[in-house]
T-cell receptor
Framework: GESVGLHLPTLSVQEGDNSIINCAYS??????FIWYKQESGKGPQFIID?????DKRQGQRVTVLLNKTVKHLSLQIAATQPGDSAVYFC???????????FGSGTRLQVQP | GAVVSQHPSRVICKSGTSVKIECRSL??????MFWYRQFPKQSLMLMAT?????????EQGVEKDKFLINHASLTLSTLTVTSAHPEDSSFYIC????????????FGSGTQLSVL
């Protein structure tokens, strides 16, 4: 069936390094993608989004890359900080649906 | 940014009782709210879409008589877990849509339900 999934369940990086979190999606009709950050016991927090007519979008310390050919999405975090430690989810919006579908999540652990 | 308040943050109840969870958009009106369920170390699973003034739209496999949703106003949606059982124990999260774009989708802090 249609799904959005992540390659790595846990990613451990050193403080100051760059982090790359990956996500694969299977629905070629998806036209909008969002990355969320979820800290323990809290709801998801919007990080950055990208539409299917774009390949790259940059925010503050974060970059999202979209490869529609292989249906792959990535989140790059520059100069990772301890405060970046959380679970990161990608989410997609399927054309015609009014709700998001979330991927399985990657836990990012930043070592001081 | 917009604020979505979810209450209570944590609730423990006995099996067979009902629990109501409130989701409020504090500084904006939301015609659409979403209810998600999240098990430990898992992703968010959409339960239902709550529309102000109309019946909620439930996802396949979600019992509408078990999980009652009422979107009574543009700032309040409630989820009632009726006759709760231990398998209903989970983290429930609401979100409210400010406008039409998902960049304006704001989440509550979640409710941890534990059914004994």
């Amino acid at each position: 069936g249609e799904s959005v999934g992540l390659h790595l369940p846990t990613l451990s990086v050193q403080e100051g390094d760059n982090s790359i979190i990956n996500c694969a999606y299977s629905n070629s009709a998806s036209d909008y993608f969002i990355w969320y950050k979820q800290e323990s016991g809290k709801g998801p927090q919007f990080i950055i989004d990208i539409r299917s007519n774009m390949d790259k979008r940059q925010g503050q310390r974060v970059t999202v890359l979209l490869n529609k050919t292989v249906k792959h999405l990535s989140l790059q975090i520059a100069a990772t900080q301890p405060g970046d430690s959380a679970v990161y989810f990608c989410a997609e919006n399927k054309a015609g649906r009014r709700a998001l579908t979330f991927g399985s999540g990657t836990r990012l652990q930043v070592q001081p | 940014g917009a604020v979505v308040s979810q209450h209570p943050s944590r609730v423990i109840c006995k099996s067979g009782t009902s629990v109501k969870i409130e989701c409020r958009s504090l500084d904006f009106q939301a015609t659409t709210m979403f209810w998600y369920r999240q098990f430990p170390k898992q992703s968010l699973m959409l339960m239902a879409t709550s529309n102000e003034g109309s019946k909620a739209t439930y996802e396949q496999g979600v019992e509408k008589d078990k999980f009652l949703i009422n979107h009574a106003s543009l700032t309040l949606s409630t989820l009632t877990v009726t006759s709760a059982h231990p398998e209903d124990s989970s983290f429930y999260i609401c979100s409210a849509l400010k406008g039409t774009g998902y960049e304006k989708l704001f989440f509550g802090s979640g409710t941890q339900l534990s059914v004994l």
